[in-house]
């Protein structure tokens, strides 16, 4: 089995910045690639950024210039550096990957989710 498990998550003022982490771990193989979700009340999960296994990155226009996906291959982690954050980033941030298992078995995984609120 492969486990994702998010953290970095918490209250921040409008303006502010905090980073969170994504790591997975269990019977990997091989990690391709590795993104942020995030789900605010009453919305649908949307897309906020990807990065591929040789450094790739996408993001979306909303956190463009203020989001930063980074990640450590040798650590199996994914990161999200979250600058100038505004109360409309309020949600719960979910990390995914494409994972090849030890099985050889290839799917995506979700984290449990960290909360993340701006407000004064």
């Known amino acids: 089995q492969v486990q994702l498990v998010e953290s970095g998550g918490g209250l921040v003022q409008p303006g502010g910045s905090l980073r969170l982490s994504c790591e997975a771990s269990?019977?990997?193989?091989?990690?391709?690639?590795m993104a942020w979700y995030r789900q605010a009340p009453g919305q649908q999960r949307e897309w906020v950024a990807d990065?591929?296994?040789?450094?790739?990155?996408n993001s979306a226009d909303s956190v463009k210039g203020r989001f930063t996906i980074s990640r450590d291959n040798t650590r199996n982690t994914v990161y999200l550096q979250m600058n100038s954050l505004k109360p409309e980033d309020t949600a719960v941030y979910y990390c995914n990957a494409d994972v090849l298992s030890t099985g050889w078995n290839r799917r995506g995984y979700w984290g449990q989710g960290t909360q993340v609120t701006v407000s004064s």
């Open positions: 269990g019977s990997i193989r091989s990690i391709y690639a």
């Open positions: 990065i591929t296994n040789g450094g790739n990155t």
